[in-house]
């Protein structure tokens, strides 16, 4: 007795242990956003001051990705880690569960097994090089951007560092607070969206096995003119709607717990394309060379890709759902031309009749219950999601762009008028 209590004070000790780790982590990411964002704004305010024509709203768009960047890490992780039991609860029920819905389990298990390394390996690695190309900008051996860095370098006693506000932070210690709080948060938060992709790969397994089983059924009819074959076709669309009902059921429950972290990672994806892009589209003075070009469009594609094609699994989830709806039309079609042959004296018509009654509940189900990925319940993943991301960023990049041309053609005309006052 005094054995297990000495071992569930053991077990409870090393969680809390686990939790305080995880708290003060948070806790320092959180810092480091904070710090950042305030020193983002401070160099927005201050930049008219530094000979810049460009206005408050555009330099705050350039320098706000590194906020959103750092934010999207601390926020995805921490609505994560605030969920332990609906992490566990949905974790155990996708094995539990599906694990009644299909015969080839292990080898499923391993397939999804080795797509997750599979996709941490190259997330990992795309994000690598991301990183140490901003590096390598920032230190100046990719063409150093100085309008970026009118605020962010300085000197103290003749060794350069970085100023946040009125504190020297050296190269070295920049480099390693900015790593460890903040690059390497956000590859953990592409964990946590590669465990909801994972799920949704394993959702879709299993749509596509349903809508195999459905084609082939139908075809088997159009061949077949043997009502008697039909005997066993009510068991099978009972067990067509019970695996739908099941994967809307799990997806209910998915949507709950990934809803609001899909909603952040999304939303601050595209203020950090936006940032990168209006850097691209209104580049500093001084910045406008092949090389500072090419690395925004390369890192504009990234983070794009992050909020768009990242979650073409959940797309393509609600494209399945639909393709499942048509097929059960088709099949339900078929059914009505084999039984417009019989007449209501028929007893094996009659007794099949269960078939169509059966499977017209289901289509019913389908219809009204199209399977979709949810984000925060504010919009949905589908085709026309990714376009509309697409649409909304070039457009506030053309904005941003006519807002600077404003600003400069207003500048130009100040200038000739003061020109001519002097004269």
Known sequence: MSANCASKGWVTLIKASQATVCVLFLLSCAGASVL????????????????????????????MWNCSYSLRAVLVLALFASQPTAWHALHANIHTVFSHLETNTERSTKYLRFLALLSFLLTFTVHSITVILSWFRQEGWLNRLNYFHYLDLGTRNGTSCYLYFDICISLTSSST???????????LSQQVLLCALIFAVKLLMILKKLKAEISELTSDLEVSHEISRWKTFHAQVKKWTRVYVTCQRFLYQFNS???????LSVT????????????LVAPAKGTTSLVTSGYYVFLCGIYLSYATLLFIPFVLVHEESKEIDRHLRVLSWTIEGHFMKHTDEDWEFNRTKNVEFSLDKLVAIVQTNTLT???GGLFTFSKSLLVTTLATVATLLVVT??????????????SICNCSIFD
């Open 36 to 63: 950042e964002i305030s020193s983002t704004l401070q160099r927005s305010v201050l930049a008219p001051l530094h000979n810049t024509s460009d206005p408050f709203f555009v330099v705050l768009i350039q320098n």
């Open 177 to 187: 607070f900015w790593t460890v709080l903040v690059d390497v948060p956000f590859v």
């Open 257 to 263: 717990f990934f809803g609001r972290i899909l909603l």
């Open 268 to 279: 601050l994806d595209v203020f950090t394309t936006l940032g990168l892009g209006a850097n």
């Open 373 to 375: 990925v949810e984000a």
């Open 401 to 414: 762009q006519e807002i600077l041309d404003r600003s400069v053609s207003g500048t130009v005309s100040s």
